[in-house]
């Protein structure tokens, strides 16, 4: 894409234009990939090296968890949701260096909200708090949660063209109904 072609996309995107929204998104991506597949890498080395996930999962299903952990976990959380959202319009507006220095803080904060979301401490923290008959469900649906979470990431990040099957399961679902609906919409 030319400068100046990339220049009239940044600025119907920020004017609110849909299809110029999902250019300068796609452009942006692949740059934040890296770091959603360094947070990975992060996570795995953390899990074997660093966290101790089963001790944290065998205090929060036993009820050993601090309601206030629980609440500290989802403000954690809620911050590092925040730290990801606000630069995304950020990035759709920014011109030149300034948008290469907001893409790069949206890579690191994704990084640091991937991180956190997976963190077992922070994650047993919150299902603790949950009911007790429910703790295991909630820990079930949290590991599928982390399964869509990184296949979708990891899928639409990556450059070159998306295919259904290049999701995870769960998404997968979705968009192939999402699909049939929208064929049923036209067979109309």
Known sequence: ???????????????????????????????????????????????????????????????????????????E???????????????????????????????DNAYNLLLAVHNPTIRYAIIGGLDPEIREQADELAEQIGAEIWGTLLATTDSGDLALEDFPEGTREVLSQIADSLDDTEAE
């Open 77 to 107: 959380i809620y911050g590092r949701v925040l730290g990801v959202t606000h630069l995304v319009p950020l990035v759709l507006i920014a011109q030149g260096e300034e948008r290469e220095v907001y893409e790069e803080k949206l890579g």
């Open 1 to 75: 894409m030319s400068v100046f072609s990339d220049k009239r996309a940044l600025i119907a995107a920020a004017r609110g234009d849909r299809e110029a929204i999902g250019k300068v998104i796609r452009q942006s991506l692949p740059k934040v990939h890296s770091r959603i597949a360094d947070a990975r890498e992060t996570v795995d080395q953390y899990h074997r090296t660093e966290w101790d996930a089963d001790a944290r999962r065998a205090e929060a299903l036993g009820g050993d968890v601090d309601p206030e952990a629980t609440v500290a976990a989802v403000n």
